[in-house]
């Protein structure tokens, strides 16, 4: 298990410069869906050299007119099985709710085809371990979508962790609330949740050993707000406070360590990541009661983030790991990962808050 | 047991009115402490008419230096059991760490005084009843010290929730986090949220029946970083955010509603209380697909609010009770149920997040 | 001349509902230049019913291909002659560099076509005043594209002073800064300023009497930095700061009256105008230096604005008055209005601010 | 004529250590006028070791009460005149509306005393001088009380700027704006711009040769709103927004250079000042039209400030200027530098806007 996408992406160019012996060869795709999120993959697979969409499928004749008034040279299917038994197509986008990834996803994979899944990956953790063998004995990629890990702000973050720029790491407090979307099969964990446990995944490096998850129902009897907290190695605590219920938007994380203290508010258009000088130190010769606690402050940094949309960024990763063969670090494992912290989540909200090892 | 404050406060002049034949009679203070909030206390009770401090005492030599420098007409004491003692004094402000209010509450009732308890009342539930009990067989006043419930901005909360501005209430969610001040006797449950707590006392006028609380120690060995989830009747949910590890300064809350939401953002020099016409309805004729869910969002509106110190109103109104032997309603009951939900934090706080009942 | 829309907006669905005589009769556009605004003026036409886009021209061949690119069906020319000598076409949208408009759109209405012209409108007053002629004779109509008065924001406040909201009107001041992008034929003052000129036009429905302008020159010889001050009777002064230079973009408007006021901050994604219950009252009985000041501070109140893409709007508005007839507020008058203000902004400039009656 | 303050300001301790020979020469102050500012002034003073406030004076018996129950053990005056003729006095703090300041600051200067007054200065550039002569005559000191100067924002900008950091300076733009407060002897201009006009005197360490201001009267009689654009040597220009009518405080300040840009916003409890490493790049190679503009974007720092009380500062060094016979950079020039600029300004707005030479 590899939390570490070892330097990959950062030679990845816009554009992938396979060697020429390959060059010939084009990787054709079939994208499932194209409801909020469809469109998004379509049009940036479109913009990657040695790319061809060879169908978009989707149930709704709505999705289906629209796929063809916004790309009309695009051929348009109903049956998701005919897009997994085409001998045409090279690898599937899988875009749909996520009750239904598991089908699917299995489907193209017993027929030779790469996935590219929409998060969170499966439902339960038993279907994400199915998918990574049926993979591995194939010998297919899946590449789960956990766009975030793609953005410049959270590429920044692990660099400067990792860097070990915050000294060390003391928490992790994330807030992801705005009004809506409702989904109808998911809570607001399986929607919002997997955004913070795949970015945690990712920048911390580690697997939480427990989490607690609270929250409640008001209107379609599944959770609209909730608060998980993720207990991990080394006294580090993971906060995420998830609410589809806020009038206003907000997508704020704290980040503390012991050295410098880091803000990433992503609804910012400039400055989204502040790194402060601020810290506390105990000084405890004295004994408990005469502990000298100080304060430091000084200049606040706001590094400037690359700009690049970050799904072009992993649709052409995506890319690059088909055609050399690499694994992608937001692989099955990765969303196996995340699926085992919104199983166990589901299993803590149950009874209301419970401590639940991983 | 009353949440209410069957509108003593909106009567409330900045100074009393009493009636004639009480007009004599000056209410003599003692103050106990003169640390961070104390001279706060002091100040305020100086311009209420009818009071007169007959000492203030602090067992550090620096405080009773600075207490004469501010008020050189003020008597200083050094030992609390001399102002618990003196005939001239109707009443104690205890302004000391936590772990020393109950022996000093209960030396100021013995010896027939009222007392004003700054929060949280007590280290524990048993302490809390067993002042409450000593009070009401000498008839004396009891008032913890719950400052926010005199702001202007929760009082105005509690105005519109009371008038059902919002509708149905569905959650509270307070984020309340900062850089320091680290306490040496108590965690920062015990120090921050007691604000939380007690304005969620005074709003919803009702308990919670559970409660969760998560959070980790990083460096003297106490919670620096916590979060509480209370589960209310009817499916209304709080949150409580408390950190002293914060880069930032942040006192957010969010509340909310079935016709309207309310964000409270106190550091805001106006505009403090911000209320969105904005809300979810679902139409679940045609089954659980196909719910319609649908969004309406409308005006904001941001109440003027009362700019008054809200300590000076909480004191007057000490007084007026003391005066018109009325019971104040964050009387040591209000005290005792922000202890008790204090102690059921600590509890769960020990298992690392665990449902303990109230 | 005439200030106001008369309505004309308020009845204007998305999509026009001619009558039954007319249904038939579709408006041909002709589309001279693709550069910046062009591709949002061809995005917007195409959603918009009987209009029909019968050629898109530029000189440069790469915003050609990025025309055929984005619309393969649309018809693309290289020589603007073409368009304007085409039988076929009814309209043309003349979205070019400033100095070209006037030479393009003399064409354009010599050839029986109606004008849709990029602000501002033309170079200098007489150029404007010459096609104001040339359209009347013709019996064609000029827009000019004043997009701002097309929007939720400032349709909003047009509605608020004209209901007499804010009471007597006392200032308007806008800030509307940024970094880049440099024109190179036109300083920042005919780039920027047209968008505050041409609300005020449309707001205050008032001409200024006067005004002057003051600024600077640091890089290509033109100004990138300017101040205009602007008087309307009655004691109205307007004021206008557009800066080339500015690390961080403002878009930032203050408008003064006597009973109320209001901020219009355009980058707020919600609450882009918030109305203050504020103002200040005199009370003179005792002499000016005894003179009685009282300040009002009320509630603050954020009204909800209408989402829709104000070029949509204006440019459905547009064929609405093709086909009925009827003459667009935002015409050839208006479009001169703003230039001769632009005008004789340059003439104070080269002053160094000097004032310029009107 | 020097702008500098040659490092005076960095070896000032809070606390002034004169040389042995001097501990015992106490300097004895005399504070007229107990209104906004002088309550300040007299706290400040408190302070300050070697320091004895000799007599506080205002002609309002509310205000002398005020004196009294702040400060019971200072001597209070009716009348200024008293102060003057003291011979218990050794400096006085002139802290009244500004029509006075010429009458007693001449008072005080003919009795021997050293001056501290309000700003701004006088009400006219022939009393500054006049001013200025008597002291130099009697060998007296005389500060100008231009508070900002003193703050920790000013002097990091003051630093920045003179190390170079932003690249030849291009402009220089305040907003200075909020609702009231008032005043009965002098417009906007002379209450708030004499703040950013002592700020761009201190920080360019140059005057402007002419500028331009506009300006309209509302409610007294008196400009409450102005703009004010200063023109320097070598294309810096200078522009400042002050308005009494504003619903919302604004103090923001944006300063461009060649190199870096910075944003001022004295609102900010924290990051008051962010540096921007923001710029254009011309390459004028390929003649006008083909001009090539580039824009940088890097990183955005914001130092961390001093957080001392200018006032306490200020007042520091007067008395160390005393004591050592140095003269304050913040002398009667600067005062008479700042009136000759409010002057022109008046003359300006005269004509409603006309080009001062200075």
């Known amino acids: 298990m590899s ?32 409801g909020y999120w ?8 479109q913009g ?51 009750w239904t990834h598991f089908e699917l996803a299995k489907q193209a994979l017993e027929n030779g085809k790469h996935i590219f899944v929409e998060k969170p990956f499966t439902s339960n953790v038993r279907q994400a371990e199915e998918l990574i063998n049926l ?14 890990v793609f953005t410049g ?24 609330v705005n009004l809506g979307l409702f989904q109808h099969d998911i809570n607001v964990v399986w929607d919002l949740a997997p955004h913070d446990l795949s970015i945690l995944d990712y920048v911390l490096e580690q697997s939480p050993e427990a989490l607690v998850a609270t929250g409640q129902k008001h209107l379609n009897g599944l959770e609209d707000i909730a608060f998980i907290t993720l207990y991990f ?11 589809w219920l ?15 203290m880091l803000v990433w508010n992503d609804l910012e258009a400039d400055e989204k990541i502040k790194v402060y000088d601020k810290g506390v130190e105990m000084d405890s010769r004295e004994g408990l009661y005469e502990l000298l606690v ?26 690059k790991c088909i055609t050399d063969g690499s694994n992608p670090f937001n692989d099955g494992a990765a969303g196996l990962r995340i699926v085992r912290m919104l199983e166990a989540s589901t299993k803590s909200l149950r009874k209301r808050g419970a401590l639940v090892y991983l």
Chains 1, 2, 3, 4 share one sequence.
């Open 3 to 34: 939390f570490h996408d070892n330097g990959a992406l950062a030679s990845l160019a816009p554009r992938v410069s396979p060697s020429p012996a390959r060059m010939s060869s084009t990787i054709k795709f079939g994208v499932v869906g194209y």
């Open 38 to 45: 469809g469109p998004n993959i379509v049009r940036n697979l």
């Open 48 to 98: 990657i050299e040695n790319v061809e969409i060879a169908a978009v499928c989707d149930k709704s004749s709505t999705a289906r007119r629209r796929v063809h008034k916004n790309h009309p040279q695009i051929y348009v299917m109903t049956d998701a099985s005919e897009v997994m038994t085409s001998p045409e197509i090279d690898a599937v986008a899988i875009v749909t709710p996520v």
């Open 135 to 148: 993979a591995q004995r194939k010998n297919l990629k899946i590449m789960v979508d956990h766009t975030f």
């Open 153 to 176: 702000a959270v590429r920044k973050i692990k660099q400067l962790l990792h860097e070990g720029l915050l000294g060390k790491l003391y928490y992790y407090d994330s807030t992801r």
């Open 233 to 243: 190695p080394d006294s580090v605590i993971a906060h995420v406070n998830v609410n």
């Open 246 to 260: 806020s009038p206003v938007k907000v997508r704020t994380t704290l980040i503390g360590g012991e050295k410098k």
């Open 294 to 319: 100080s304060y430091r402050s000084g200049d606040m940094w706001s590094p400037h983030l690359e700009q690049a949309e970050a799904l072009r960024h992993e649709l052409t990763y995506f890319v």
